[in-house]
């Protein structure tokens, strides 16, 4: 079992920035893919970013490419999300996400663990 536990967020105007951390444990946390979804109100959740298992390749949604930043320390088991220009559409429940392949992925069925979710509003 990988138990994900995350922290950041919060509320913050647009144009602004946050962080969201997401701690690891329970399993070789080096070895997994991550990624980032959120869900904003009335939507299903939806792809933000994803890691492969070194750092060495990412993905963003179109929504946040070039805005958002997905990155990870495998010696801190813990995986960012820095968020830069934040929009009001950005509004949603945030949840990391963990599975034991290595390649990064798109889809959420494609991973087994996710953490508890933070909830990031941005103000007009």
């Known amino acids: 079992q990988v138990q994900l536990v995350q922290s950041g967020g919060g509320l913050v105007q647009a144009g602004g920035s946050l962080r969201l951390s997401c701690v690891a444990s329970g399993r070789t946390f080096s070895n997994y893919r991550m990624g980032w979804f959120r869900r904003a109100p009335g939507k299903g959740r939806e792809f933000v970013a994803s890691?492969?298992?070194?750092?060495?390749?990412?993905y963003y949604a179109d929504s946040v490419k070039g805005r958002f930043t997905i990155s990870r320390d495998n010696a801190k088991n813990t995986v960012y999300l820095q968020m830069n220009s934040l929009k009001p559409e950005d509004t949603a429940v945030y949840y990391c996400?963990?599975?034991?392949?290595?390649?990064?992925?798109?889809?959420?069925?494609?991973?087994?663990?996710w953490g508890q979710g933070t909830q990031v509003t941005v103000s007009s």
């Open positions: 996400a963990a599975d034991p392949r290595t390649k990064i992925s798109v889809n959420i069925m494609a991973y087994d663990y």
């Open positions: 890691i492969n298992w070194s750092g060495g390749n990412t």
